[in-house]
């Protein structure tokens, strides 16, 4: 990277705010931003299977740039899918229109994950090149890697698909903790991989998705997941990028999420952001949490919401302003193009 760019991302107002440095206006950008709801992406996509998508790097270059070029966002989200690195060291699974990723042989004994092998940077030659053309193509403004937490993760492969209550995904953990513990280690070892490949290539920072781990305990958390982020975040260290940790329904985790080594932690909109900072802990910079229903709302509610978390995140030693969770596919594009003006114009310092 030429060093001029390099000085542009490192001073932009999105890893400022990550560093908990001061910002010239809090930085914005949206959790599933690419994809979802744009008319431009469903045009792209049209005929071609997500898998496919993912694998072609002139598309996920186009449709990371969209919602960049549209609402003038702080930070891209790379276009890619927290399965993908599964399907890369050859798990069978595909990902259904209208239903998510779904898994041929659900993995439920020690051969199978057995099986699960680590992810090599050869794996994902497309991954490689996507992120080295966008980091060209975004010009200062930062790409943001991503993966799945372990938690998540193992759910898809246990219970072979999405599901409500990770049934089958507990009984593993409980009934079998060894296996589990296993299992999650291999899903570290294959995260860490994926990551590192994607913050090698340029990307400025990575977010570890684990959306579904609110459905565990605290106590259970951190007996069974928590020494498996701890790895994943350590195992990040050396590169010196943002590490952002989010999931939905953590409430009652925030704490313990804060011990698993992450810079950022992510918020859904349950906790206001200033009740969230103190859950967290010093020492970390807080993203979120504007509810994504409060989109399909009238604008005057989506401004009088958003000015509420900018006031709440205050209270944070940094805020990167994001919804609690991914944008719902019928919000309409300009609503969000109003909030991210409304977030850069409102808090200007
Ligand atoms: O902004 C973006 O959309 C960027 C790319 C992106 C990201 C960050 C996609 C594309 N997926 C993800 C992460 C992801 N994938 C998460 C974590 C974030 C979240 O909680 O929303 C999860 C849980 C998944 C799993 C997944 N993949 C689902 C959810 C299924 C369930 O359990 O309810 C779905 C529907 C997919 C497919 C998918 N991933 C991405 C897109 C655009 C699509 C839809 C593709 C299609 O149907 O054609």
Redesign the pocket.
Known sequence: MNPQLADSLADSAFLRACRREPVPHTPVW???????SLPE?RRL?EGI??LTACATPDLVVEI?MQ?VRRYGTDAA???????VPLKAIGVDLD???????VVGSPIRDHAAVAALRPLEPTDVPYVTEAVQALVKELDGTPLIG?A?GPF?LAS?LIEG???KNHDRTKAMMYGEPDLWHELMERLTAITLGFLRVQATAGASAV?L?D??VGAVAPADYRTYVLPHTRAIFAGLADLGVPRIHFG?GTGELLGVMGEAGADVVGVDWRVPLDEAALRVGAGKALQGNLDPAILLAPWEVVGERARDVLERGRVAEGHVFNLG???LPSTDPDQLARLTDLVHEISVR
Request: aromatic letters at 20%.
């Open positions: 949206y959790m599933r931003q690419a994809g979802r992406y996509r299977p997500m990371t919602p989200i790379f276009f890619s899918d927290i399965v990902i259904k229109p209208g239903v998510g990723p991503f799945g998540t898809y698909g999405p599901s977010q998705f959306s579904w939905v969770h991914g944008v």
